[in-house]
């Protein structure tokens, strides 16, 4: 028994005489123009973007002190009439330290007016007005009392223990 064949093929294996064609040079992708733009394209923002992120990587975008800014002025120049005069260099401001003695308890409504309850040592109750604070949330974060940076964590760790404050579990 024979296999039917389910469909014909143009020769070579089944010794018919089949027909082909010369390929010609349009199917060639390597000679296409726009291929080698594209690709080409393609590699040189490759390249930039590996240059962008090496430079901000390592800095290379920070600007260098120039050499003519770092020069010192001689003092014969800087006592010329008409002269730029040499500009002393500003303190810089340092946060106040924290309280040692006081810390944030909560705040307190008596009559129509708010106040910041602060506790200390051994039971110390002290009310201070709100505009010392900065307020997060509708709570005082931190404020200056004293000179002092008051937070609900500065303070001895003993003195929120002893406060009169009721707690509200």
């Given at each position: 028994m024979t296999a039917k064949r389910c469909y014909t093929?143009?020769?070579?294996?089944?010794?018919?005489?089949g027909n082909e064609l010369a390929v010609d040079r349009r199917q060639n992708l390597l000679l296409r123009w726009d291929m080698?733009?594209?690709?080409?394209v393609v590699l040189a923002f490759g390249m930039w973007g590996l240059w962008y992120a090496y430079n901000?990587?390592?800095?290379?975008?920070?600007?260098k002190p120039d050499a003519a800014a770092s020069k010192t002025v001689p003092t014969n120049v800087a006592l010329l009439p008409g002269a730029p005069q040499p500009v002393a260099p500003r303190a810089v401001l340092s946060a106040p330290p924290f309280s040692s003695t006081w810390r944030i308890a909560g705040t307190m409504k008596l009559?129509?007016?708010?106040?910041?309850?602060?506790?200390?040592?051994?039971?110390?109750?002290?009310?201070?007005?709100?505009s010392e604070f900065s307020f997060v949330a509708g709570r005082p974060s931190v404020g200056v009392v004293d000179g002092e940076r008051v937070t609900a964590f500065s303070g001895n760790s003993q003195s929120?223990?002893?406060?009169?404050?009721?707690?509200?579990n």
């Open positions: 093929t143009p020769g070579g294996t089944i010794g018919g005489v080698w733009a594209g690709f080409f901000y990587f390592t800095g290379g975008f920070l600007k009559n129509d007016e708010t106040f910041v309850v602060l506790t200390g040592q051994g039971g110390r109750v002290r009310l201070e007005h709100p929120g223990a002893a406060s009169p404050l009721p707690r509200t």
